[in-house]
């Protein structure tokens, strides 16, 4: 069976963004089979997400969708967020809504051609390590910076599916709207914080408070009170680590 959109999917991009990275294959596979629509999209980060894809094909009118591992070896626990994610959004497509067959690929490890690979990189022998490389430490780096508050937003697996990018998004407009930057308020977008059912996840600390399921169009009322004023949003609170005596007390003026 022949896919007409194939989705290459990434664990994340931290680190190299994995749609340049893709680029040489994605525009050589695109020459070969031109009637097919190719996309690269992460499990979680700031790049499109799997959710995205799988959005865009539909509104494409994609009649089926290929989901291919980039990754070279196998990862059962990225492979299960993956059909997680895939369940997920097949059984939250609105009534009615054009919706492909999507179909999963195996693993590029079970393909015989991968042994070539390695042979391959066995043949070019590599080239030598060398002491020269830049150093693990910098001077530059053992300044801690003297932010306000550090907040976390998780771009987790399930936060990514429940829109963390804009929520992220958001914040990050928010934040430069009001002039506020690293030196205030620093903010870092994660892994998964683990309270996945509470999507998308925002904590704020020195503060210990947990926000759930916070939306782009909550993120400016959250800047302003919290962030700015030091108010905590109480209704939007999942955990507040401080009122439970688990997060440090304010310092004294
Ligand atoms: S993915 Fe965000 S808390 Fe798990």
């Known amino acids: 069976m022949t896919a007409d959109w194939v989705i290459v999917t990434a664990p994340t991009d931290r680190g190299d963004a994995p749609s340049r990275v893709l680029t040489g294959a994605i525009r050589r596979l695109r020459d070969s089979r031109p009637e097919v629509e190719f996309r690269v999209a992460v499990l979680g980060g700031s790049e499109t997400t799997i ?3 799988l959005d865009d094909a539909a509104a494409a009118g994609a009649q ?5 591992s980039g990754q070279t070896l196998g990862d059962a626990k990225q492979d299960s967020w993956i059909a997680r994610i895939v369940g997920h959004w097949l059984r939250t497509r609105p009534a009615g809504a054009s919706t492909p067959e999507v179909r999963v690929a195996p693993l590029l490890t079970e393909h015989d051609g991968f042994a070539d690979l390695l042979e391959h ?3 070019h022998g590599g080239k030598p390590a060398r002491t020269t490389t830049a150093p693990i430490v910098s001077p530059a780096w053992e300044q801690v910076p003297a932010f306000t508050r550090h907040v976390l937003v998780c771009r987790g697996p399930r936060c990514s599916v429940e829109g963390a990018r804009e929520t992220a998004a958001a914040l990050s407009r928010a ?3 009001r002039g506020l930057d690293d030196d205030d308020v620093l903010t870092t977008v994660t892994g998964c914080l683990f309270p996945c059912a509470l999507a998308p996840v925002v904590a704020v600390y020195p503060d210990g408070a ?3 399921r916070v939306r782009p169009e909550q993120v400016d009322r959250l800047v302003d009170e919290h962030l700015i004023d030091g108010r905590p949003v109480p209704e939007w609170i999942a ?3 401080r009122a439970a005596g688990l997060a440090a007390a304010p310092s004294p003026e």
Do not use: Q
């Open 51 to 53: 959710t995205e894809a």
């Open 64 to 68: 089926s969708v290929l989901l291919v």
């Open 121 to 123: 990189a066995i043949e």
């Open 175 to 177: 934040l430069d709207e």
């Open 210 to 212: 947990w926000y759930r």
């Open 239 to 241: 955990r507040d680590l």
